[in-house]
């Protein structure tokens, strides 16, 4: 049986305790107030001066040389206005007396006041081309201070949504890897695999972070649904109202799906259906090896084949909903599998650790070398994978170039470039190059390695689905971020290791546990 050590317990509860203080203060010191968003705003600016400096100073150079340029030649452009009116009006009819009242009117007023520019002197003229142009020099005023109001607003908005979307991307995060986890145990249970089955008290223990993982994910949403935060924009008010400001046809056309009660009521289907079938399995696991009764091998098999079969839907319907649904306007009918592929292969990264740690333990005596060979095969394997769904959407969008598809990756590689192309270097060329070699996938420092990176990278993965569309530009890996992270991983590590003191190690009851103890090739 295995003892949580008080070190590793003490650990993650660190985690978790730095982890909510870091949580908290980063929902503390988001801005408040418009006034809030405008200070920021500003020190941005200020921080970004330097590298514009020059070209403001040209611009200011060409405009006081223009001042220069309207001031002393003033009189010879009223005179040239003053023409001009002129003619207009007997165009149209005008009294040339009127005019000519006007004309000594305005040539008054420059010789007066010599530092005048046209614009200052134009309303004296008494016409309806200056009215005009007041009105709308007026109305330009107005326009670009409401659209300066609207900016810090939406400013606001995306630094309010910081916090909770690093809180958002953690959570999720580290709930699918442990989803990932269940999946690939199902597959062991429906595949009847022969390596496998020393390991299954491994991912049960993974698994049951599903269930708190599970809690915690549904209580956000719940909050986003009752507008806590603006991280899914088609909850908005009157978004799906022709009458309404924020009418959004886009959103409206798809308001039959995207509806915050559907919207919740499918989660809960979902989350419940993991949560069911995790409970199943594990009960009737444990039951076989006290029992050695088939009859529990049997009920596994068909428990297993029947939530893969339901997790293959609920894991596409998973992604729209609480990923893809942040960017409404836009689809891939690939990002199912594509989101799949980033969390499974986390999930099998996980197994891979938690066996290393254990079997340096001294718990896991019959686990040798070629299960840790096949474990670094599958995070080879799924990384492949996955940098081929990337690549495949990716390409398909850039080369058609549709405006409505596009934009997602144009927004990411402007405004995200390291991390959007770091996590395939992550995911895929570091994989590629340290876990090609056969002989490294034995070495368990390689696979530790490996693994770390593998793991970090998806987080970015996660944090590239994400944070472009609740934050905007306004992102840095702050303390709300690693905070977030710090919170869920003690909190993972504290129930997965938890979970491992309540059953042995070793599922002897399984009809395939020899064949797994004495697995080499």
């Not at 199943?280 to 029947?306: E, G, H, P, W």
């Not at 998806?458 to 994400?466: K, L, W």
Request: charged share 15%; proline share 3%.
């Amino acid at each position: 049986m295995y003892q949580f050590s008080s070190r590793l317990k003490s650990f993650s509860f660190a985690l978790m305790v730095l982890g909510i203080l870091g949580i908290g203060y980063g929902f503390w010191t988001a801005p408040k107030t418009n006034e809030d968003v405008e200070a920021i705003l500003k020190e941005q600016e200020a921080h970004h001066g330097g590298a514009h400096h020059d070209t403001h100073a040209a611009a200011s150079h060409s405009e006081a040389t223009h001042e220069e340029h309207a001031k002393g030649d003033d009189h010879a452009k009223v005179e040239e206005h003053a023409s001009h009116e002129a003619t207009t009006h007997k165009a149209e009819g005008v009294d040339t007396l009127k005019h000519e009242v006007a004309h000594v009117a305005v040539d008054t007023a420059a010789h007066a006041e010599a530092d005048s520019t046209v614009v200052a002197i134009a309303p004296v003229v008494t016409n309806h081309k200056s009215d005009v142009y007041v009105s709308r020099f007026h109305k330009e005023t107005v326009d670009h201070a409401a659209e300066h109001k609207e900016h810090v607003e939406h400013v606001k908005h995306q630094l309010q949504n910081k916090p909770w979307s690093a809180l958002y991307v953690a959570c999720i995060f580290f709930m699918l890897i442990a989803v990932g986890a269940l999946a690939f145990y199902a597959i062991q249970w429906v595949a009847q695999a022969g390596w496998s089955p020393i390991l299954f008290r491994v991912m049960e223990g993974i698994t049951s972070y599903v269930l708190p993982g599970s809690i915690i994910f549904f209580v956000l949403l719940v909050l986003a649904g009752f507008h806590f935060n603006h991280m899914f924009t088609w909850m908005a008010d009157g978004v799906a109202d022709p009458k309404s400001p924020n009418y959004d046809h886009i959103i409206a056309g798809k308001t039959g799906f995207l509806n915050v009660p559907f919207f919740l009521i499918r989660a809960a289907i979902f989350l419940f259906g993991w949560n069911l079938y995790r409970y199943v399995s594990r009960k009737n696991s444990i039951k076989l090896d006290q029992t050695r009764d088939q009859s529990f091998f049997r009920k596994n098999y068909n428990a297993a084949a029947m939530f893969l079969v339901f997790f293959i839907v609920s894991e596409s319907m998973m992604s729209w909903d609480w990923i893809m649904s942040v960017d409404p306007h836009w689809y891939s009918t690939l990002f199912g599998w594509y989101v799949f592929a980033s969390f499974f292969v986390s999930g099998i990264t996980v197994i891979t650790l938690t066996t290393i740690y254990l079997k340096n333990k001294g718990l896991l005596p019959d686990v040798n070398k070629s299960h840790l060979h096949d474990l670094a095969k599958f995070m080879f394997g799924i990384s492949v994978f996955w940098t081929y769904l990337w690549f495949s959407q990716f390409m398909l969008m850039w080369y058609s170039n549709i405006p409505e598809e596009v934009t997602y990756f144009v927004t990411r590689i402007e405004n995200y470039n390291l991390p959007f192309f770091g996590m395939v270097v992550m995911n895929f060329v570091f994989p590629l190059l340290i876990l090609m070699n056969a002989d490294f996938k034995r070495l368990q420092w390689v696979i530790v390695m490996a693994g770390i990176v593998i793991l970090a990278g998806h987080y970015v993965d996660f944090f590239n689905m994400i944070m472009p569309a609740t934050v905007g530009d306004q992102w840095f890996i702050g303390v709300s971020e690693i905070s977030s992270v710090l919170f869920f991983a003690g909190l993972f590590i504290f129930v997965v290791f938890t979970a491992l003191t309540k059953a042995p190690l070793s599922s002897d009851g399984n009809p395939y546990i020899e064949e797994s103890k004495h697995f080499h090739y």
